[in-house]
């Protein structure tokens, strides 16, 4: 959706096959950087195979776009909004902040998107507004995503694609805790019927991620799991 209050308009230029949706990072993504951002082209592909030419696709973290540039490609609409908006993501992107609720003027999404910026153990370092989600405590951060699925249950959304972190060692892949259990939010109202792992690019010598994979000997990189879920029949 753009500032003028329609949607993103969808010119696709399907340059992609059937099998064939390893896209590159085009350059506009390349202004709000995000070291365990889902890759394209993995975006791309939950887009393909999880919606239609013309459904809607809802992303309230949208970040740095990817969302906007699967659907330009495969032909879907596409509703994206964020706390914090990159710079040139303007006429894309909506400044809304999730936890008030859904934006009035959303329809209701055929697939929903959640990548939520999960909160950090130890203090405060990374808050620049108020409801940051990465400086919540636990209980309150899962009260937001619980009112959050909720209210997309309440919509009738059909699938919800969930995007949550890993952390790869030299050595042996180990679990990282977010302290958050997505399944027992979403159980009520969905199923799991698909899980992913995703190997996200390399990190930069010298990057800093989360506290306390900073001091991991051989930390290489993101993996990321995608949860795929389906609303239970009513």
């Not at 308009?9 to 590159?24: C, D, K, Q, V, Y």
């Not at 609720?101 to 153990?121: A, E, F, R, S």
């Not at 792992?197 to 991620?209: D, I, K, N």
Request: net charge neutral; aromatic share 8%.
């Amino acid at each position: 959706m753009n500032q003028s209050g329609k949607f993103s308009t969808i010119a696709s230029s399907r340059t992609h096959g059937e099998n064939g949706l390893a896209f590159a990072p085009t350059a506009s993504m390349s202004a709000c950087s995000d070291t365990a951002a889902l890759p394209q082209a993995k975006m791309d592909r939950i887009i393909y195979c999880y919606s239609k030419p013309n459904d809607l696709v809802f992303d309230p973290f949208a970040g740095t776009g990817a969302t906007v540039e699967a659907c330009k490609r495969l032909s879907r609409r596409c509703y994206c909004s964020d706390l914090y908006v990159c710079p040139g993501r303007e006429q894309d992107l909506k400044a809304w902040d999730i936890t008030q609720g859904l934006p009035p003027d959303l329809p209701n999404p055929d697939l929903v998107i959640l990548d939520p910026p999960y909160p950090k153990p130890g203090p405060a370092q990374f808050a620049r507004a108020k409801n940051d989600m990465r400086d919540m405590r636990t209980p309150e951060f899962n009260a937001s995503m619980r009112s959050l699925i909720e209210a997309l249950s309440a919509r009738n959304v059909g699938t919800i694609v969930f995007v949550l972190p890993r952390v790869l060692s030299a050595e042996v892949l180990i679990f990282h805790d977010e302290r958050c259990d997505f399944r027992v939010l979403l159980a009520a109202h969905y199923k799991l019927v698909q899980y992913n792992l995703v190997v996200c690019p390399p990190l930069e010598e010298g990057a800093h991620t989360v506290g306390n994979a900073n001091d991991m000997k051989g930390y290489q990189r993101w993996v990321r799991d995608t949860e795929v879920w389906q609303a239970r029949k009513r």
